[in-house]
T-cell receptor, first 115, second 113 residues
Framework: GAGVSQSPSNKVTEKGKDVELRCDPI?????LYWYRQSLGQGLEFLIY????????KSGLPSDRFSAERTGGSVSTLTIQRTQQEDSAVYLC????FGGGTDTQYFGPGTRLTVL | GESVGLHLPTLSVQEGDNSIINCAYS??????FIWYKQESGKGPQFIID?????DKRQGQRVTVLLNKTVKHLSLQIAATQPGDSAVYFCAEILMNRDDKIIFGKGTRLHILP
């Protein structure tokens, strides 16, 4: 596609429910990143994929968070037993090769609200 | 989206004037820096980058200045336009280590008509 897309754009859920967020990176980009952006905060790194493998999961805040990437393309971020503090905008980005100097292109984000 | 810009420092600038947005970075070993622009409801967008062996880099209407002595980065936008209204934040990277990007919290730029 023309850019990184994410779905849904908005998700409202009840505390304790599981949610799945989807990211479609730019075609051909090998690296994919998930970030979280909370109110008034900077971007918080969650996880990085190179192809289908995740060499860096260090940012996942708890074991309720998991992510996978299949076919070197689409990625899903799953949050189990959601808590109110999980409310944030979840951003996905992709880059052609990976590495800090490779330009990351961001999707529009998914706004998650946990009631 | 819009709500992530709440509670951020805000800079209001008259349309046509120049603006300067500042960022203090955290790690003196960081060797690559990026400025991002985030408009309401959109993801961050790359504006300009600079490596630590430079102290100034110019783009189209934007200039980034790097002062490694005081770990300070600034973004200058010339002749601001309504479309420049957004949240701007800097990012620092330690290359050839884990290449992890650390993002600053951002500044909201508001262009006054």
């Amino acid at each position: 596609g023309a850019g990184v897309s994410q779905s849904p754009s908005n998700k409202v859920t009840e505390k304790g429910k599981d949610v799945e967020l989807r990211c479609d990176p730019i075609s051909g980009h090998t690296a994919l990143y998930w970030y979280r952006q909370s109110l008034g905060q900077g971007l918080e790194f969650l996880i990085y994929f190179q192809g289908n493998s995740a060499p860096d999961k260090s940012g996942l805040p708890s074991d309720r968070f998991s992510a996978e990437r299949t076919g070197g393309s689409v990625s899903t971020l799953t949050i189990q037993r959601t808590q109110q503090e999980d409310s944030a905008v979840y951003l996905c980005a992709s880059s052609l090769f990976g590495g800090g100097t490779d330009t990351q292109y961001f999707g529009p984000g998914t706004r998650l609200t946990v009631l | 989206g819009e709500s992530v810009g709440l509670h951020l420092p805000t800079l209001s600038v008259q349309e046509g004037d120049n603006s300067i947005i500042n960022c203090a970075y955290s790690n003196s070993a960081s060797d690559y820096f990026i400025w991002y622009k985030q408009e309401s409801g959109k993801g961050p967008q790359f504006i300009i980058d600079i490596r630590s062996n430079m102290d100034k880099r110019q783009g189209q209407r934007v200039t980034v200045l790097l002062n490694k002595t005081v770990k300070h980065l600034s973004l200058q936008i010339a002749a601001t336009q309504p479309g420049d209204s957004a949240v701007y934040f800097c990012a620092e990277i330690l290359m050839n280590r884990d290449d992890k990007i650390i993002f600053g919290k951002g500044t909201r730029l508001h262009i006054l008509p």
